[in-house]
């Protein structure tokens, strides 16, 4: 499979300029694949599906800081729990009480991203606006998850102005919760990162850009 090293290069000059990091989504793609970026000091990868990370975790270089960008089932934290270093889409109280106590038992933090529903389609995982005040005020509840920020994704549309006004709420949500640092915004994807970017983000997860579409 082709891994588009000018196209990476490129992408990575125009997020640093904005202090956004980019996290190559690998999803599908070989450990060679993920070796090629990884030679050019690309360190944050993202992945879906637990069986898969935990296989490349296996065989690929320590350093490597692995985000889990899918959908978590609460029974699968544990095999993660040891090394992951960001989990972007915890979308309920019962995934987040999980990996405090995962996290407890290893006495490790793990960092972790609020999934906000932005988009109009109804597949996607996420809290709501009022939900998440209501959860903001529990986080000291859970010690053991460092709720660093929050991830999002915007309706798949060619229509700009509705993706804009996704990202633009998505960045005022964060802006009101009481976080201890300024937080990490995921958001913006092959398709719609520089819109993202403009709206705020400072993480973004690109996959079909680096690695070709997929199958
Ligand atoms: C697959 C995936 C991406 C990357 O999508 P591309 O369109 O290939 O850039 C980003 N975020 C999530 C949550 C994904 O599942």
């Known amino acids: 499979m082709p891994v588009y090293t000018d196209t990476y290069l490129s992408i990575l000059q125009q997020l640093r300029q904005k202090d956004v990091t980019l996290v190559a989504v690998s999803k599908t793609r070989t450990a060679e694949d993920i070796k090629v970026l990884y030679d050019l000091g690309q360190r944050d990868f993202g992945e879906n599906y637990v069986q898969e990370l935990l296989s490349k975790q296996l065989v690929l270089p320590e350093d490597i800081q692995w985000h889990f960008i899918g959908h978590l089932q609460s029974n699968k934290v544990r095999q993660i729990a040891g090394f992951v270093y960001l989990i972007h889409g915890?979308?309920?109280?019962?995934?987040?009480?999980?990996?405090?106590?995962?996290?407890?038992?290893?006495?490790?933090?793990?960092?972790?991203?609020?999934?906000?529903?932005?988009?109009?389609?109804?597949?996607?995982?996420?809290?709501?606006?009022?939900?998440?005040?209501?959860?903001?005020?529990?986080?000291?509840?859970?010690?053991?998850?460092?709720?660093?920020?929050?991830?999002?994704?915007?309706?798949?549309?060619d229509n700009e102005t509705q993706v804009r006004h996704e990202f633009s709420r998505l960045r005022q949500l964060a802006d009101l919760l009481p976080f201890e640092h300024e937080p990490i915004i995921s958001m913006g994807m092959s398709n719609d990162y520089k819109l993202a970017v403009e709206e705020g983000s400072t993480m973004v997860r690109i996959g079909s850009l680096l690695f070709g579409s997929r199958h």
């Open 90 to 157: 915890v979308d309920s109280v019962k995934l987040l009480q999980e990996i405090n106590k995962q996290g407890q038992k290893i006495n490790r933090r793990i960092g972790c991203l609020l999934q906000v529903h932005i988009a109009q389609e109804e597949t996607k995982f996420g809290f709501d606006a009022a939900e998440l005040s209501e959860l903001a005020d529990q986080l000291s509840s859970f010690p053991f998850a460092a709720v660093k920020g929050l991830m999002g994704m915007a309706t798949n549309t």
